[in-house]
């Protein structure tokens, strides 16, 4: 039995690792080639329980046309590598997108939202790992497996690379695409005498062309990507999408794994204002924005719909931010 998806407890919400439905949907049609060793919900063989168990999926597919599907936005739990070895792909991360050529190489950190095609894949053939490093929150340490051999030095410094800068998309050299194309190799003799040495050959080889490869391009490093304060400001993105939440003080803390007060430092660091005092905007923001737009809600659904407990606490606020009551407010506006 397939064992469920991870889950990632982010400020932004919960969220399970992708489990790739489309491309399983697509190989069982014959629309593409698919050669892969996986574990848990992934598409591909499975691998023996005690081999690479840091690894979800490792291989690559074979699309000989223009498919009619694509892996829309989505996260997995690992570091995610892809090199596209033939054709062009569409790819997209975060808010950015690429069109990408052969060579290419992608790095999307774990838990980190993505895609594959627009919406539709092209003919291509794209190989993959996706390694779990035990990412569960955003400010979690990355854990190498036993098997990758660099000096620490070396690992800790491609940590730093990987996990520090906001670069996805990269110009593969060769020593990367002959890595990519001997784990293919041995993905698909896989079974034979020699086949995990041999795999785990192939990936200490893809991480050292990956650290010399980000070393040579003087990678711009960001630590706030991994900081605590990322954490907040995560969930303070995500925060008018849950406006109807009845939030209070320590449960906003909580979603970020701080204590109230380092919650508030962070917040007001981040917004200039305390965090209730942040939400309480952004709930009249959105209730003046229903005002507009939806002139049949009456003022106390716009209320309750944007978290407010109280219509006459609701009408209180509004005058003191807007100047004017919820009624005026849309009599002037509409």
């Not at 701080?258 to 923001?285: D, G, I, K, W």
């Amino acid at each position: 039995m397939a064992q469920a998806p991870a889950i990632f407890v982010s400020p932004a919400g919960t969220f399970s690792a992708d489990t790739c439905e489309p491309l399983k949907a697509a190989e069982a049609a014959c629309a593409v080639r698919i050669e892969a060793l996986a574990r848990g919900c992934y598409p591909g063989r499975p691998m023996p329980k005690r081999v690479f168990p840091e690894v979800c999926t490792v291989g690559y597919w074979d699309a000989p046309r223009q498919q009619a599907w694509g892996l829309d936005w989505h996260r997995n739990e690992g570091l995610e590598l892809t090199f596209l070895a033939r054709g062009r792909a569409d790819f997209g991360v975060e808010e950015r997108t690429f069109a990408l050529a052969r060579g290419d190489l992608t790095v999307t950190r774990p838990w980190q939202r993505h895609r594959v095609g627009n919406p539709h894949v092209g003919p291509s053939r794209l190989y993959w790992l996706i390694l779990d490093l035990g990412i569960r929150r955003p400010d979690d340490a990355w854990r190498w497996p036993p098997w990758l051999v660099m000096a620490p030095e070396d690992r800790e410094r491609l940590t730093k690379l990987l996990r520090h800068n906001e670069q996805e998309v990269w110009r593969a050299d060769a020593e990367i695409a002959r890595a990519f194309e001997r784990i293919g190799s041995t993905v698909e003799r896989w079974g034979e005498a020699g086949s995990a040495s041999r795999l785990a050959l192939h990936l200490n080889e893809l991480f050292l062309g990956l650290l010399q490869l980000l070393g040579r391009k003087r990678v711009p490093l960001d630590e706030r990507l991994a900081s605590t304060q990322r954490t907040v400001e995560l969930f303070l993105v995500a925060l008018p999408k849950h406006l109807e939440h009845a939030w209070n003080l320590d449960e906003m803390a909580a979603q970020c794994g701080l204590a109230r007060t380092r919650f508030t430092y962070y917040c007001r660091e981040l917004t200039n204002t305390s965090p209730l005092e942040h939400l309480n905007r952004l709930r009249v923001q959105a209730a003046a924005e229903l005002l507009r737009s939806d002139p049949r809600r009456s003022v106390t659904e716009i209320a309750f719909a944007c978290g407010f407990q109280s219509s006459q606490y609701f009408a209180t606020l509004f005058r003191r931010l807007k100047g004017c009551s919820p009624r005026a407010f849309r009599a002037k506006t509409s």
